[in-house]
């Protein structure tokens, strides 16, 4: 049984990227509770270290039980990829510190969950600045990005605790939507 992207919703929450086939016929896909995985060689296990093999090796890396949860969101979502945190705020400060550097700039709504607003402003140590503005004006984004702008963070006002989304790293416009979204309750396929 393979399913793929163009199967229906439901249908692809409950089989995406999974072959029964491959794990003994278990319909439930089983649990990898290993922290570490065997190589077939001292080389190979040497080329995954190195990124340039693909495979499991570290589980706080890579777990096919991790996997497979990140493939199924990606295609519930309609996105390349998935990455799977143990938190919210485990994702937020991953994307932050993997995309941002020294001089680049971020626009927060005034209101942030409390967590994200305090990770921020930390990061004015690291040379990056952060300017809140009311994000239910239009005028006030506009007015706020500047060439080193890399990202818009917000959470819809209608959902008390919900989200950011992410910009470009060319400067974001209230006319172009941001290609990625992170939220606690809507998803993108729902908005
Ligand atoms: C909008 C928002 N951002 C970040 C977080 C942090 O998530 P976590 O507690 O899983 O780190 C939450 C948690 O409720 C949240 O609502």
Not at 67 to 82: C, K
């Amino acid at each position: 049984m393979s399913v793929d992207q163009g199967a229906g919703f439901a249908t692809r929450a409950i089989h995406f990227g999974y072959e029964p086939a491959d794990e003994h016929g278990a319909l439930t896909p089983p649990l990898h509770l290993t922290s570490t995985f065997a190589f077939d060689t001292a080389e190979a296990g040497g080329e995954m270290f190195a990124g340039t093999r693909p495979g499991h090796f570290y589980s706080r890396i890579s777990n096919p039980t991790t996997d497979l949860l990140e493939q199924r969101i990606a295609t519930l979502e309609s996105a390349e990829a998935g990455v799977a945190t143990a938190s919210g705020m485990g994702a937020i400060t991953a994307v932050m510190w993997s995309f941002l550097s020294a001089g680049d700039e971020v626009i927060t709504d005034q209101t942030l969950y409390g967590c994200t607003y305090a990770y921020l402003r930390d990061l004015a140590r690291f040379g990056i600045t952060v300017t809140a503005v009311d994000l239910t004006d239009p005028a006030a984004l506009t007015a706020a990005i500047s060439a080193r702008t890399r990202w818009s963070i917000s959470r819809p006002r209608p959902i008390p605790t919900c989200g950011w989304s992410i910009s470009p790293r060319s400067a974001p416009s209230p006319t172009r939507p941001a290609p990625g979204w992170w939220s606690t309750i809507p998803t993108p396929h729902r908005c």
